[in-house]
């Protein structure tokens, strides 16, 4: 596919920004102390690839990570890739570093409390509490501690407390189902379980013990399980965790030894268990949050995230800068569109994180974030979940005003980063990402395995990352983690996106590569057809299949539609036409079906390549853990729909 160059230019870093960033600052500190000096990010990016070791040696030593260490990259094979031989390490100790203790760390608010804020001196006090509870139930190194706690302060205070003993945490969000809670816990054997009683969402109270009775009984390693009275009043908290004079201490580790456990969304078995090590994403995070999002001082960063899902490890990892963060628990549209942004002149925030899905629901509310609102603080706006439409880009710069920076971003769950995304020292371009991240050796390969520019391929990683994962739990030989990423190009990370790296250094990421649109051998990411579909107003929500069995070709296209909408020959028109001017006429979907809802999994992402298989003839039991999914009856109308199919 032939790149578009006419993509405007809609934001240019101001010269008191490039002055001020940390990314100039520490290409200034290269040349000064490792006589390496470059022209543009370009030149810096090349040079922190092509020089992986001593990029990464730059990143320890001008962040003052403690402690010394043999060799950077003893091994750079993939999988397996050995970094900073002989160092040990502690994520939370470097994190309370230095912090002034009535420095505000966290700002937060929910639908169920007040809004309030945490001290440095308070979090570090929770923390130690925790961590004298913790290690009164005997946890250790190597340990599980689970939490199936919402995005508030206390779970931030039990993982900091959690990873200084040198134990391994892994988090769930109050709204997953049990089925979906035991799936990943269990895997990892836990010593602990914490827990709220209930949480609010939408208005609406839910709780939770009768849950947690039924996860206790299904994990037998369980020695206990601590309640926090968040929806009601009753729980053990403070009785486990009671406040303490012993200061909060920290175990260094070796670089490699687990931090946590994040999962894949589990659509198709039990969800991956990935794990991520204390000394890489120390490393990583620290590169990703001062360089490439420039947290700084004074700043106060948001993402809207769950404890579900990696945007919330990665939140925390900001307090790694001298930052602080904002915390929100609850339903992003309760009262209405407008409670983030509220949300964000009340906290006086500077950056506000989010996903492309919401900027899509703020547009078709017709959101106006400005309007009645000091949003002045706010100087970013950053996007990730999902490809940011072309559209999304202007409503931004419209409603927020030309000198706001937006970030698209682009990684996952198993890097824990972003590997594509926001520079604060280059222009964004209408619908496209600034650049590829530092330390991150992205390119574009076509089907032979060569990289191309300007051209969608598969997105792929030549050269390991700290943050990649140091194995799956479960996976002692590591063929799981082989077949996952390995198996097309053996030695090479395969993401599963289509990624267009164009000739100035911007990608854009059009979808991911196991649901492509093949026609005719143009090929497309569901993502571009997903943007001309929801640019009508009638439009809220679409799933697109292409299905091939022979020389027969069905690609139905599945759309939600706004209230009092009808899918009439009209609206049909209007689809089909709005695919054929903005994407081609070949991939103008065979029939367009009006569904209710389209299936998603608990972290938002849409089930294309499930529902692809049922429309196939798998069986659906098969195709999808309908506990992964956050609306598991939205499969019923496909199976139903391959039942009809087969009888024709």
């Known amino acids: 596919m032939s790149a578009r160059t006419d993509a405007p230019v809609l934001w240019e870093p101001p010269a008191a920004l490039r002055e001020r960033a940390t990314m100039t600052r520490y290409m200034r500190w290269l040349e000064a102390e490792r006589g390496v000096s470059f022209e543009d990010y370009d030149g810096l990016w090349r040079w922190s690839t092509d020089e992986l070791e001593d990029f990464w040696a730059s990143i320890w030593e001008y962040f003052g990570v403690q402690g010394g260490y043999e060799q950077?990259?003893?091994?750079?094979?993939?999988?397996?890739?050995?970094?900073?031989?002989?160092?040990?390490?502690?994520?939370?100790?470097?994190l309370f570093r230095d912090k002034p203790g009535d420095r505000v760390a966290i700002r937060h608010a929910s639908e169920l409390r007040e809004p309030g804020e945490w001290t440095w001196d308070e979090l570090r006090e929770q923390t130690a509490r925790v961590a004298a509870g913790l290690r009164a139930m005997g946890v250790?190194?190597?340990?599980?501690?689970?939490?199936?706690?919402?995005?508030?302060?206390?779970?931030?205070?039990?993982?900091?407390?959690?990873?200084?003993?040198?134990?391994?945490?892994?988090?769930?969000?109050?709204?997953?189902?049990?089925?979906?809670?035991?799936?990943?816990?269990?895997?990892?054997?836990?010593?602990?379980?914490?827990?709220?009683?209930?949480?609010?969402?939408?208005?609406?109270?839910?709780?939770?013990?009768?849950?947690?009775?039924?996860?206790?009984g299904e994990m037998p390693t369980l020695g206990r399980t601590v309640i926090l009275p968040y929806l009601g009043a009753e729980g053990d908290w403070d009785d486990a965790f009671p406040a303490t004079e012993a200061p909060l201490e920290f175990a260094r580790?070796?670089?490699?030894?687990?931090?946590?456990?994040?999962?894949?969304?589990?659509?198709?078995?039990?969800?991956?268990?990935?794990?991520?090590?204390?000394?890489?994403?120390?490393?990583?995070?620290?590169?990703?949050?001062?360089?490439?999002?420039?947290?700084?001082?004074?700043d106060r960063i948001f993402w809207f995230t769950t404890t579900?899902?990696?945007?919330?490890?990665?939140?925390?990892?900001?307090?790694?800068t001298e930052a602080s963060i904002v915390l929100?628990?609850?339903?992003?549209?309760?009262?209405?569109?407008?409670?983030?942004?509220?949300?964000?002149?009340?906290?006086?925030?500077?950056?506000?994180?989010?996903?492309?899905?919401?900027?899509?629901?703020?547009?078709?509310?017709?959101?106006?974030?400005?309007?009645?609102?000091?949003?002045?603080?706010?100087?970013?706006?950053?996007?990730?979940?999902?490809?940011?439409?072309?559209?999304?880009?202007?409503?931004?710069?419209?409603?927020?005003?030309?000198?706001?920076?937006?970030?698209?971003?682009?990684?996952?769950?198993?890097?824990?980063?972003?590997?594509?995304?926001?520079?604060?020292?280059?222009?964004?371009?209408?619908?496209?990402?600034?650049?590829?991240?530092?330390?991150?050796?992205?390119?574009?390969?076509?089907?032979?395995?060569?990289?191309?520019?300007?051209?969608?391929?598969?997105l792929v990683i030549t050269k390991p990352m700290p943050s990649m994962p140091i194995f799956f739990w479960d996976d002692p030989d590591g063929e799981r983690l082989r077949e996952s990423y390995f198996d097309m190009f053996p030695g090479v990370w395969r993401h599963g996106d289509w990624i267009r790296i164009t000739d100035r250094g911007t990608a854009v990421i059009t979808g991911r590569s196991d649901s492509t649109i093949n026609r005719g051998g143009i090929r497309m990411g569901t993502a571009e057809i997903y943007r001309a579909v929801l640019a009508l107003d009638e439009v809220t929500d679409a799933l697109v299949v292409d299905i091939q069995?022979?020389?027969?070709?069905?690609?139905?296209?599945?759309?939600?539609?706004?209230?009092?909408?009808?899918?009439?020959?009209?609206?049909?028109?209007?689809?089909?036409?709005?695919?054929?001017?903005?994407?081609?006429?070949?991939?103008?979907?065979?029939?367009?079906?009006?569904?209710?809802?389209?299936?998603?999994?608990?972290?938002?992402?849409?089930?294309?390549?499930?529902?692809?298989?049922i429309l196939m003839g798998t069986p659906p039991e098969k195709a999808?853990?309908?506990?992964?999914?956050?609306n598991p009856t939205s499969l019923d109308y496909f199976v139903e729909l391959a039942s009809t199919r087969a009888d024709d």
């Open 140 to 216: 250790g190194r190597g340990d599980r501690v689970v939490a199936y706690m919402p995005n508030i302060p206390e779970t931030i205070a039990a993982f900091l407390a959690t990873a200084s003993l040198g134990a391994v945490w892994s988090s769930c969000s109050p709204d997953f189902g049990a089925r979906s809670v035991v799936d990943r816990f269990a895997q990892i054997e836990p010593k602990v379980l914490l827990a709220v009683d209930g949480y609010r969402y939408g208005g609406k109270d839910h709780d939770r013990r009768e849950l947690i009775e039924r996860l206790e």
């Open 328 to 458: 929100y628990d609850g339903n992003p549209a309760t009262p209405d569109m407008g409670v983030l942004w509220d949300l964000a002149e009340r906290t006086g925030m500077t950056c506000f994180g989010t996903s492309a899905a919401y900027i899509a629901g703020c547009m078709k509310a017709e959101v106006e974030p400005a309007k009645g609102r000091d949003l002045s603080a706010l100087r970013s706006v950053g996007s990730t979940g999902s490809p940011l439409a072309p559209e999304g880009f202007e409503w931004v710069y419209e409603r927020l005003g030309r000198e706001t920076w937006l970030f698209s971003t682009s990684g996952g769950t198993d890097v824990c980063s972003a590997f594509v995304g926001g520079v604060p020292i280059l222009p964004v371009y209408r619908g496209e990402l600034q650049g590829r991240a530092l330390g991150a050796k992205v390119e574009a390969y076509d089907e032979d395995g060569n990289p191309v520019i300007d051209e969608v391929g598969e």
């Open 549 to 613: 069995r022979g020389d027969d070709a069905w690609m139905p296209l599945f759309v939600v539609l706004r209230e009092g909408a009808e899918l009439d020959d009209g609206l049909v028109k209007a689809i089909r036409a709005r695919i054929r001017e903005d994407c081609s006429p070949r991939h103008v979907p065979s029939e367009v079906l009006e569904v209710e809802e389209v299936p998603r999994t608990l972290s938002g992402k849409v089930l294309e390549v499930p529902v692809k298989k």
């Open 72 to 94: 950077v990259l003893a091994d750079p094979s993939m999988p397996g890739a050995k970094w900073f031989t002989g160092a040990e390490v502690s994520y939370p100790e470097h």
């Open 624 to 630: 999808a853990s309908r506990d992964s999914l956050a």
């Open 308 to 320: 579900g899902w990696m945007m919330w490890n990665f939140l925390v990892s900001v307090l790694l």
């Open 253 to 298: 580790v070796p670089f490699d030894h687990p931090l946590w456990v994040l999962y894949s969304s589990g659509t198709t078995g039990l969800p991956k268990a990935i794990v991520h090590s204390q000394g890489g994403i120390l490393l990583e995070h620290l590169k990703k949050h001062n360089l490439h999002i420039d947290a700084q001082e004074g």
